[in-house]
């Protein structure tokens, strides 16, 4: 602050800085109302415009990330309340807010409430299709839930008469705005939804302010909508108007008489439809009558007297008892003459087998002397070969006198010389086994003394 008392003057850039310094310093926090004018956006998708009063206008500076968060563009003569950075730009020295949030005047808490219901309400899944009901086609009882003194129960009921006047209506009495109005409008759908006396229920009023429309943006109307078991049909105000109730709701009318008319089915239509319909039963009722006389006529022709059938059947079956007779006769005869013919030739070719039954038996005496005598021969081959083999067998060279020697790996040992003193051998007699160690040369030689 002291800058301010110095004797030599600031340059123009200095008192800018100054000015930006003290302003950063001690403007900040603030919501600044008033109405746009002179509004531009620029090709950047920034804006630029003036925020007035009765009195007074300051510069305006918003950014293109702010305006991508606006709800709505800005447009010229809004009436509008502004939050951000209060400053100079020190290039020009001009006096301006950098605006960092916006809402409407006297709306502001308003739409931002609304914002972010809208937002957990898309998030939880309450405007997806798929949980949607469907209308039914004809509904057999129609709701409305909306005030006894609305315009717009007039243009609903007025739109029914018209159209479908045998579907009765069931009226749920409301308030539409004023304090409290939400929580009526919503326990009148919940009663509608418990009831369970209507197909489809209509959700309407007529146009007004967003003020007088904004009972349908509350949670306890929406939730309302949202858990009723009745399919709902939001007409809210007019085609241009939007609540939370036309995007939770089954089916968003564009107006109270547009939701009538989808709600129910058209009399003149269905009228229509009827006679179109009994034309073509009729239509298809004399082609039957018309295809039926022509059948019953040719039945007619085709009628017989059972003798005369009989008859016809009596004959028929004679022929066949003849034809019968004379091919199983005939048949017969065949197959006796084929078989004598099958006799005589099997008699002609029957060989004799006499002289091979000779030779058969000849061959047997030969074979049979054979195989004793190469039996003999083999037994006596078998007994010498025995005699051999015992000749030469171990056991037999053991009790001879012999024994074998082995080491403690089985194997014979052949050479005194490759035994060590201490050795553990195993040695074989004819009759038993034992174990033995090697000692001493002496007493080696002293064994064979």
Known sequence: MTELFRTEPLSVSALNSLAKTLLDDHLSGFWVAGEVSNLTRAASGHYYFLLKDSRAQVRCAMFKGTAQRLAKPLKEGDHIEVAGKISIYEARGEFQITVNEVRLKGLGQLYEAYERLKAQLQAEGAFAAERKKPLPARPQCIGIVTSLAAAALRDVVTTLKRRAPEIPVIVYPTALQGAGSEFQIAQAIKTASQHAECDVLIVCRGGGSIEDLWAFNE????????????????????????????????????TPTGAAELVSPNRQESLHR????????????????????????????????????????????????????????????????????QTQALQHYRPDISVYRQDIDRFQTTLSHTFRQLLAQRRQSLTAQTALLEAVSPQQILERGFSVVKNTRGQVIRNADALKQGQKLHITFAEGETDVRVTKEQAQRELFD
């Not at 007019?238 to 995007?247: G, I, M, N, S």
């Not at 006769?329 to 197959?335: D, K, L, P, S, Y």
Request: include cysteine.
């Open 274 to 341: 009827l006679a179109q319909a009994k034309g073509r039963l009729k239509t298809v009722l004399e082609q039957r009558y018309f295809d039926a006389s022509q059948k019953l006529d040719w039945l007619a022709r085709q009628i017989r007297h059972p003798r005369q059938k009989l008859d016809e059947q009596r004959t028929y079956i004679q022929k066949l008892a003849q034809t019968l007779s004379y091919s199983m006769t005939q048949n017969v005869r065949a197959h006796t003459a084929r078989f004598e013919r």
């Open 219 to 254: 949670e306890p109307v929406v939730r309302a909508i949202e858990a009723c078991e009745i399919p709902v049909v939001s007409g809210v105000g007019h085609e241009t108007d939007f609540t939370l109730a036309d995007f939770v709701a089954d089916v968003r009318a564009p």
